[in-house]
């Protein structure tokens, strides 16, 4: 079994910050990477950032690259996603996922998902 929580949505103003927090548990030896993917109302889910388990590799996605960054990995079973000069774009349902495969970035590459958290960002 596994279970991926995730925590630190909220509603703030464009141009401030957030960091979610995703805890994983359960047979979390089998991981290669971490993931973050978000999905807007009416919109797929579209991938945000992975980072290889073990930390020392990250990818971001164009719309991110240079204001959110991730991080965390196996010391602690826990990734991070530090966003900041949020764009009210960026609301949507933001997801932690987990793949046992390596440099995954699109969700059929996933294999376990977190229950998501909504961000929410106003101007």
């Known amino acids: 079994q596994v279970q991926l929580v995730e925590s630190g949505g909220g509603l703030v103003q464009a141009g401030e910050s957030l960091r979610l927090s995703c805890t994983a548990s359960g047979r979390t030896f089998s991981f290669r990477t971490m993931g973050w993917f978000r999905q807007a109302p009416g919109k797929e889910r579209e991938f945000v950032a992975a980072?290889?388990?073990?930390?020392?590799?990250?990818y971001y996605a164009d719309s991110v690259r240079g204001r959110f960054t991730i991080s965390g990995g196996n010391a602690k079973n826990t990734v991070y996603l530090q966003m900041n000069s949020l764009k009210p774009e960026d609301t949507a349902v933001y997801y932690c996922?987990?793949?046992?495969?390596?440099?995954?970035?699109?969700?059929?590459?996933?294999?376990?998902w977190g229950q998501g958290t909504q961000v929410t960002v106003f101007s």
């Open positions: 980072i290889a388990w073990t930390g020392s590799i990250t």
């Open positions: 996922a987990a793949s046992n495969s390596y440099s995954a970035q699109t969700t059929d590459r996933y294999d376990y």
